[in-house]
């Protein structure tokens, strides 16, 4: 794609990093056939190289955002897809970063917006606040039906449907310590406690923790790391998620100061695509790249961690047949395809993949909370797909996408830790039946 932009213009490092990026487009269109959005609502708008145009577009004029850009942006889901259908290595990930962090510079959003947005900001990432406004929730579910009929509160009714009726108890290994492997020691590695997940399904991280420690793996929860920033980060809100990253980096950096570490292990695969883009975001900020790259150098999804390791045989097999749903943030933006199914074949499940899985469920991030009306065709779109596997039990190693299928799905959805814990001696996952378990010989 020609582009014309001034000397001026490039020699903002942001500008010029997009610049490079749009160089690449050819206009071939590949993406539009894999975008979610474009699929739903048939717009080229709303279509990767639609917003490539927009992007562009106010870019190269140095211009503030409208509301058409706004619009078309706010709808991509950024799961992309699209960079996996790419044949020209467009990264729009970081282009559509960009374009957010100028919408936000620029665009005067309304009343309502700036508030649900400043919201969610305020609450999302920090699991204390996210816990009580949970709690709050059961004073707004009889308005539901009130705010669904005003548009600018629909976002208020998507939250409070997505609300939990029931919270669990905050977990003591989301506390600063260190966990000792059992038997010979095999690693030692860290793992990001978050913030939403934390609160919405601390078991994912405690059953990770049995796990690799059974494996004789040392996991160390750092004293200072939280939120990765990836929610405020697809708000187009720089400074906070910036912000976060340092502070991981700070804390990731002790640890490997105080015994060293061989991964950082994430467990929601969202947060996972945003550490390992660490090295990008902080890229111009002097005290921390360098840092920044080790710490996304070490940054692996569980599934992708235990692959690498020389596991025993499964303590029982339970032959159950599992739909395996790869998020978005799992095999588009970190390329990890293989390795889950792999590990639960091994460990005696029955992996079934569904129908169009490269399409997104609809959760990214805070998109079911922001554009509740797409974000609902989507998962209906992938919930029924699923259901037409046959299988007992949904896998998945996303908290937003287990919240979201499990809101309109039949069968279980849990994420795929939970059941490679069982398959290797650990407590059978609430609510995944027990389908004839068959003991590993």
């Not at 912000?243 to 292990?265: F, H, K, P, T, Y």
């Not at 037409?388 to 996303?398: L, Q």
């Not at 001696?425 to 389908?435: C, H, T």
Request: proline share 6%; glycine share 8%; with cysteine.
């Amino acid at each position: 794609m020609q582009t014309n932009f001034t000397s001026a213009q490039l020699a903002d490092p942001h500008v010029a990093e997009s610049e490079k990026i749009l160089r690449k487009c050819v206009h071939c269109g590949f993406c539009t056939a894999t975008c979610p959005t474009y699929v739903t609502l048939g717009n080229e708008l709303d279509s990767p190289r639609g917003r490539i145009y927009l992007i562009k577009d106010m870019l190269e004029n140095g211009r503030p955002a409208d509301k058409e850009i706004v619009t078309h942006i706010d709808r991509c889901l950024s799961c992309l897809a699209c960079m996996t259908t790419c044949p020209s290595g467009v990264n729009y990930m970081h282009l559509v970063d960009h374009a957010r962090a100028h919408i936000e510079e620029t665009y005067k959003r309304p009343l309502l917006d700036r508030m649900t947005r400043a919201m969610l900001a305020f609450v999302l990432p920090y699991p204390n606040r996210f816990r009580a406004a949970l709690k709050l929730a059961g004073f707004g579910r009889p308005f539901i039906g009130l705010f669904e009929k005003l548009p600018a509160l629909k976002p208020v009714a998507a939250m409070l449907k997505l609300a939990p009726l029931s919270i669990p108890p905050a977990s003591p290994t989301a506390s600063p310590g260190v966990h000792a492997g059992q038997g010979a020691k095999r690693g030692r590695v860290a793992i990001l406690t978050g913030c939403a997940q934390s609160v919405l399904d601390p078991a994912i991280n405690e059953t990770t923790i049995s796990l690799l420690t059974r494996l004789g793996v040392e996991v160390v929860v750092p004293e200072g790391e939280g939120c990765c920033g990836a929610l405020v980060h697809h708000m187009g809100r720089e400074d906070q998620a910036l912000a976060s990253a340092r502070r991981n980096v700070d804390a990731w950096m002790r640890a490997i100061e105080q015994g060293g570490l061989d991964a950082i292990i994430i467990t929601a695969s969202g947060c996972g695509t945003t550490i390992k883009d660490y090295g990008f975001m902080l890229r111009l900020d002097s005290a921390y790249s360098e840092k920044a790259e080790r710490v996304s150098a070490l940054a692996k999804d569980v599934t992708e961690y235990l692959a690498s390791l020389d596991l025993p045989e499964p303590v029982r097999k339970p032959g159950t047949i599992v739909a395996y749903h790869s998020a978005c943030s799992m095999q588009h933006g970190q390329k990890i395809t293989r390795q889950p199914k792999e590990l639960l074949t091994k460990a005696g499940f029955v992996v079934r993949e569904p129908r169009e899985g490269h399409l997104c469920c609809g959760s990214a991030g805070t998109y079911n909370i922001l554009q509740s009306e797409i974000s609902a065709k989507l998962r209906d779109r992938k919930v029924s797909n699923i259901e037409a596997t046959g299988a007992s039990v949904v896998a998945t190693g996303n908290i937003g996408c287990i919240t979201q299928i499990a809101s309109a799905a039949k069968l279980p959805v849990v994420h795929t830790i939970k059941l490679l814990d069982w398959a290797y001696g650990g407590p059978q996952p609430e609510g995944v039946a027990d389908s004839g378990l068959i003991a590993a010989e």
